[in-house]
C-alpha cells in the first residue's frame, strides 16, 4: 500500500458492508438531525465520484486543497478521493477568524478552496484579500464543474512519502507552522493505534470509534481515522462535544471505544445521573490530562477505563498506558515500545537519570530516526532543522521517567498554553494584541483553570495617555475576537506599570508572579472567560 487512498480501498474489499462513517443524531443540527451511517461500499462510490470530478479539472499529485467541511463525514470523503490523486488536503479551522484563515491559505499556496454554503462568503474574501486569487467552490456546487488548478501537477505517481495532508500546529514563535504529513504517516499512525495490544485491544471489524475531536487534529483526522480503515471499523464523527447529549449520542451509534481530552471527564462528571450512562457499550476510553484525582470516580461512575497517551501531531506515534498497573492516581503516559523511541535530557541535551525531570526527546529506532515522523515545517527548514537537532524529535514537554520506564508528563517548556485540547501559541495571541494603538507592552502565559485545564491571560502596559479601565479591557478583548478564533483571546487580562525585562529588554514571564501568587486574584483583573464562545456561522 502506497497512499491512504490503498488502504481504504484494501479494507473496503474485505468488509463492504461494515459500516465505516457515523454521525450521531443531534436535534437541531444543520445537516444529518437524525444521524446517518455509510457504509465501506457507499464511500467507495462516493470517493469514486468525487475523485472524477476533482481528476477532471486536471489535480493531481502536488497540488493542494483547503477543505471547510466542519467536523462532517464529507470530510473524510474528500480526503480519501484527493489522496488517491496525489492531492494534499489543507484542513480549516471553522473557528478560524478571517486574518488565520488568509494566512493559512497563502501560507500553504492552496490551488482551490472547498467549503460548505454557509462559509462561502467568508472563504470568497479570503480569496480576495490573498495575493494570488483563491477559486473557492461550494461543496453543493462540485457537480457544476471545478476551476482549472493555475499551477502544474507533478507526473509521477503518489507514494508513500506524498505529502498527504497539511495539518497546521501552533508554534511557540507566532504564526502555526505547516506539519507536512505523508502517506506514510499517515499509515503508520493508523498501524500503530491498532496494534498497540494489551488493555488496547483493537477486534478488526468489529469497533466503532466515537471522536468528538475536531478533523483539523490528528488525533481524529489521522489516528483514529487510519486505525479505522485498517481494520475495518467505524469512525463515529459528531460535530463536536456536547456534555449534555453526550451519553445518548454514545448509546445510539454503539460506540465501543470513545476519544477524550482532559476537559471531557469533568464536564461529563458534573451532568445528572442519566440511564444512557451506563447503558453503554464502551470498552475503553482513549485520550489524555485526565485529571488524576477524577480518574478513578470516572471508571467507577461508567463502568470502563481510560487509558492515557501522549502524541504529538509531529510524531504520529503515540505513548500509551496498555498494561496494568495503570497508576491512574499519577500524570503516567506510557512506556517506549517498539520502535517509538524516548529520552529525557536536561536544557543541553545530555540525558538524565531516571527520576529527574526534564524534556522528552523521541525518534524512531533504526538508521531511519524521523521514519513515520511529519516531514518537515512548511518552508521553515530552521524550525523543523531546530526540532531534530541532535537526531531526537524536541517535544518542549517536560516528564519524568521512572525506574520502569513508565513516563510522567510534568508541564510544558514550550511557551504554548492548553485549553480545552486546542494548543494556543502565546506569541501568537501577543502579536494581535501588540498590534492595538493602546499597547506599549504585552505579556501572555498560562493560568490554571479548573474546568479547560489552562486560559490565556494577558498581562498588558497600556500606552501613554490610554486609561487602564474597563473600557479599554473590553476594546483589547473585542479586538482580539475579530482576529481570533474564540479559544485564544485572553480569558483574563490585566493592566500593569511595568513588565520584568532582561538587560536586553526582553519580559521575563517567569518573573511576573512569584510562585506563591494566583495571577486570577490580582487586584482589578478583568474576566472574559464567559465571552469566549463558539461562533455560528
Not at 99 to 124: G, K
Not at 331 to 340: E, V
Not at 412 to 424: A, L, P, T, V
Request: net charge negative; hydrophobic share 40%; aromatic share 8%.
Amino acid at each position: 500500500m502506497k497512499t491512504l487512498h490503498d488502504a481504504f480501498a484494501d479494507t473496503a474489499k474485505r468488509f463492504p458492508d461494515n459500516a465505516f462513517l457515523a454521525v450521531p443524531p443531534l436535534e437541531g443540527r444543520s445537516y444529518y438531525p437524525d444521524g446517518a451511517e455509510f457504509t465501506y461500499a457507499e464511500v467507495v462510490d462516493e470517493v469514486a465520484r468525487l475523485q472524477g470530478l476533482y481528476r477532471k479539472a486536471g489535480y493531481a499529485h502536488g497540488h493542494r486543497v483547503g477543505l471547510l467541511l466542519e467536523n462532517r463525514p464529507e470530510y473524510v470523503m474528500h480526503l480519501l478521493a484527493l489522496n488517491g490523486l496525489g492531492v494534499s488536503c489543507v484542513p480549516i479551522n471553522p473557528d478560524y477568524q478571517h486574518d488565520e484563515m488568509l494566512y493559512q491559505m497563502e501560507h500553504s499556496e492552496a490551488d482551490l478552496a472547498v467549503c460548505i454554503a454557509a462559509r462561502h462568503a467568508d472563504l470568497m474574501k479570503v480569496s480576495e484579500d490573498r495575493e494570488q486569487p483563491l477559486p473557492v467552490v461550494r461543496v453543493e456546487d462540485l457537480d457544476q464543474g471545478l476551476p482549472t488548478p493555475v499551477r502544474p501537477a507533478r507526473t509521477d505517481a503518489p507514494d508513500l512519502m506524498t505529502e498527504a495532508t497539511l495539518l497546521y500546529t501552533s508554534g511557540t514563535t507566532g504564526r502555526p507552522k505547516g506539519c507536512i504529513l505523508t502517506n506514510e504517516y499517515h499509515l503508520t499512525a493508523g498501524h500503530w493505534y491498532a496494534h498497540i495490544g494489551g488493555l488496547v485491544d483493537i477486534r478488526t471489524g468489529q469497533e466503532r470509534l466515537y471522536n468528538p475531536l475536531p478533523l483539523f487534529h490528528m488525533n481524529a483526522a489521522v489516528v483514529s481515522l487510519g486505525c479505522m480503515i485498517l481494520t475495518g471499523g467505524c469512525l463515529i464523527i459528531p460535530d463536536r462535544f456536547h456534555p449534555r447529549s453526550w451519553w445518548k449520542e454514545v448509546v445510539a451509534t454503539q460506540a465501543t471505544i470513545i476519544h477524550y481530552l482532559g476537559v471531557v471527564p469533568p464536564m461529563l462528571l458534573n451532568q445528572p445521573v442519566t440511564p444512557e450512562e451506563t447503558a453503554h457499550s464502551v470498552r475503553f476510553g482513549i485520550g489524555a490530562g485526565v485529571e488524576p484525582e477524577l480518574h478513578e470516580v470516572f471508571e467507577k461512575r461508567y463502568g470502563f477505563p481510560l487509558i492515557e497517551v501522549w502524541g504529538m501531531t509531529e510524531t504520529g506515534r503515540i505513548f500509551v498506558v496498555n498494561t496494568e498497573p495503570r497508576m491512574i492516581h499519577t500524570r503516567a503516559f506510557g512506556r517506549p515500545t517498539g520502535d517509538f523511541e524516548a529520552k529525557i535530557v536536561d536544557e543541553n541535551d545530555n540525558e538524565l537519570p531516571r527520576g529527574e525531570p526534564g524534556e522528552l526527546l523521541v525518534r524512531c529506532r533504526g538508521n531511519d530516526p524521523r521514519r513515520g515522523f511529519f516531514a518537515g515545517y512548511l518552508k521553515n527548514d530552521e524550525a523543523t532543522v531546530e526540532a531534530w537537532k541532535g537526531g531526537w524529535f524536541h517535544t518542549g514537554d517536560t516528564v519524568i521517567q521512572d525506574d520502569s520506564g513508565m513516563l510522567f508528563f510534568v508541564d510544558r517548556k514550550k511557551n504554548i498554553i492548553r485549553r480545552s485540547g486546542e494548543n494556543i501559541a502565546a506569541a501568537e495571541v501577543e502579536a494581535v494584541l501588540q498590534s492595538h494603538d493602546g499597547v506599549a507592552q504585552v505579556a501572555v502565559i498560562a493560568v490554571k483553570d479548573d474546568l479547560r485545564e489552562e486560559e490565556v491571560m494577558a498581562c498588558i502596559v497600556p500606552m501613554a495617555g490610554w486609561q487602564p479601565d474597563e473600557a479599554l479591557a473590553q476594546a483589547l478583548f473585542d479586538y482580539t475576537a475579530e482576529r481570533m478564533a474564540y479559544y485564544k483571546p485572553p480569558g483574563w487580562l490585566l493592566f500593569m506599570d511595568q513588565l520584568p525585562t532582561t538587560g536586553t529588554q526582553k519580559i521575563q514571564k517567569t518573573q511576573i508572579f512569584s510562585k506563591d501568587e494566583d495571577p486570577r486574584e490580582q487586584p482589578g483583573i478583568f474576566d472574559f472567560r464567559a465571552l469566549k464562545k463558539k461562533k455560528k456561522h
